[in-house]
């Protein structure tokens, strides 16, 4: 198994520009997440989702927008960039069986907005 | 979710013990305590986690108290890859939904602890 992938890993945005940051898992996962990680801070919960077809805000969810058509995939789209979007952003997934919420993290996405 | 406090740093000689240490005086009894590590530019990886006993892996062990305030992770032998930053995170499994639905828990990442293990 690929386990969590992520694309692009890298990224230079200017300032109003739009673009998709890419997350798929390989391992069946229900449950799937987008955070963001600043200098020197935690990681934030932007969005998240617990099914196909079924998604969530987090704590920072605006500037982002999220779907999820399949179980596999769940893009992360930036809608006008902002430089206060400039951060490392991982994606994670989980199975969530009953006593069981050991989330696998992709290797992150570095963004820059400019 | 309940809070958690940790030392922002610790420093561990390599071979020794690191024990971690958490407070999460604010549990709840349906929360549970999991521990998470960050090493560098990398994304987070689960350890462990625990209920109200003692849990033990192949990576660590979980130490809760009996009042279930506080939590330690131990790294029995700590080497210069258990360098990273270790999160503590309490959080229920479920919670039910102001529109009434059930939604899933979610994962709080907080400060951490900042671990740096020496030759």
């Known amino acids: 198994n690929a386990g969590v992938t992520q694309t692009p890993k890298f990224q230079v945005l200017k300032t109003g520009q739009s673009m998709t940051l890419q997350c798929a898992q390989d391992m069946n996962h229900e449950y799937m997440s987008w955070y963001r990680q600043d200098p020197g801070m935690g990681l934030r919960l932007i969005h998240y989702?617990?099914?196909?077809?079924?998604?969530d805000q987090g704590e920072v969810p605006n500037g982002y927008n999220v779907s999820r058509s399949t179980t596999e995939d769940f893009p992360l789209r930036l809608l006008s960039a902002a430089p206060s979007q400039t951060s490392v952003y991982f994606c994670?997934?989980?199975?969530?069986?009953?006593?069981?919420?050991?989330?696998?993290f992709g290797p992150g996405t570095r963004l820059t907005v400019t | 979710d309940a809070k958690t406090t940790q030392p922002p740093s610790m420093d561990c000689a390599e071979g020794r013990a690191a024990n971690l240490p958490c407070n999460h005086s604010?549990?709840?009894?349906?929360?549970?305590v999991y521990w998470y590590r960050q090493i560098h530019s990398q994304g987070p990886q689960y350890i462990i986690h625990?209920?109200?006993n003692n849990e033990t892996n192949e990576m660590a062990s979980l130490i809760i108290t009996e009042d279930r305030k506080s939590s330690t992770l131990i790294l029995p032998h700590a080497t210069l890859r258990d360098t990273a930053v270790y999160y503590c995170?309490?959080?229920?499994?479920?919670?039910?939904?102001?529109?009434?639905?059930?939604?899933?828990?979610?994962?709080?990442f907080g400060q951490g602890t900042i671990l740096t293990v020496h030759p």
């Open positions: 989702s617990v099914g196909a077809g079924i998604t």
């Open positions: 604010t549990i709840s009894g349906n929360e549970y």
């Open positions: 994670a997934s989980s199975s969530g069986l009953a006593g069981v919420y050991e989330q696998y």
């Open positions: 995170i309490v959080t229920s499994l479920k919670w039910v939904r102001d529109a009434g639905g059930t939604s899933y828990g979610k994962l709080t």
């Open positions: 625990g209920l109200k």
